[in-house]
């Protein structure tokens, strides 16, 4: 089976500058960018485009989805609501390194008014470098899907 190499963008209205640099950054480093807007800045819902990127992500069409907004609180709390994701707000490596070495993380939220570009791109290659190590942490991963809403 040949290795899904899709990653999802997305992000509210805040966010269109830094989505176009991590897009440009992860296509060079061999991911496939699957960019699902929006693509003005005009206002828009963070709800509406958190939900898109994760059911992109829980249907397996793409491996991992980044998005984005203000504090990336919000959009972070839509992905969240889409079963079998996993996604945390990082604005340091170490976090993002961890959460996918001990929550494997399918999603990572960044706050555009938190974070800088280059920051940005340092927690975006820690986030994808990483890898999940199991074990114990795939006992506790399950315990989160046996969570009922
Ligand atoms: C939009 O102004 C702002 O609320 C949004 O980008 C985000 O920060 C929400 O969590």
Same mark, same amino acid.
């Given at each position: 089976?040949?290795?899904?190499?899709?990653?999802?963008?997305?992000?509210?209205? @805040?966010?269109? =500058?830094? #989505?176009?640099? $991590?897009?440009?950054?992860?296509? *060079?480093? !061999?991911?496939?960018?699957?960019?699902?807007?929006?693509?003005?800045?005009?206002?828009?819902?963070?709800?509406?485009?958190?939900?898109?990127?994760?059911?992109?992500? @829980?249907?397996? =069409?793409? #491996?991992?989805? $980044?998005?984005?907004?203000?504090? *990336?609180? !919000?959009?972070?709390?839509?992905?969240?609501?889409?079963?079998?994701?996993?996604?945390?707000?990082?604005?340091?490596?170490?976090?993002?390194?961890?959460?996918?070495?001990?929550?494997?993380?399918?999603?990572?939220?960044?706050?555009?008014?938190?974070? *800088?570009? !280059?920051?940005?791109?340092?927690?975006?290659?820690?986030?994808?470098?990483?890898?999940?190590?199991?074990?114990?942490?795939?006992?506790?991963?399950?315990?989160?899907?046996?969570?009922?809403?």
């Amino acid at each position: 089976m040949t290795e899904n190499k899709r990653i999802v963008l997305s992000s509210d209205h @805040a966010g269109l =500058d830094l #989505r176009a640099a $991590i897009a440009a950054h992860i296509a *060079g480093l !061999g991911w496939e960018v699957v960019d699902i807007g929006p693509t003005t800045t005009e206002s828009t819902h963070y709800p509406r485009h958190g939900e898109a990127a994760a059911r992109r992500v @829980a249907s397996g =069409d793409c #491996r991992f989805g $980044i998005i984005l907004c203000g504090t *990336g609180q !919000g959009i972070m709390m839509a992905a969240n609501r889409v079963r079998g994701i996993r996604c945390g707000v990082c604005s340091d490596p170490f976090s993002a390194r961890m959460i996918r070495q001990h929550n494997d993380a399918n999603m990572l939220s960044l706050g555009v008014r938190v974070v *800088g570009e !280059g920051l940005a791109l340092d927690v975006v290659d820690a986030f994808l470098g990483a890898e999940f190590e199991g074990g114990r942490h795939a006992t506790r991963v399950d315990m989160l899907d046996e969570i009922a809403g």
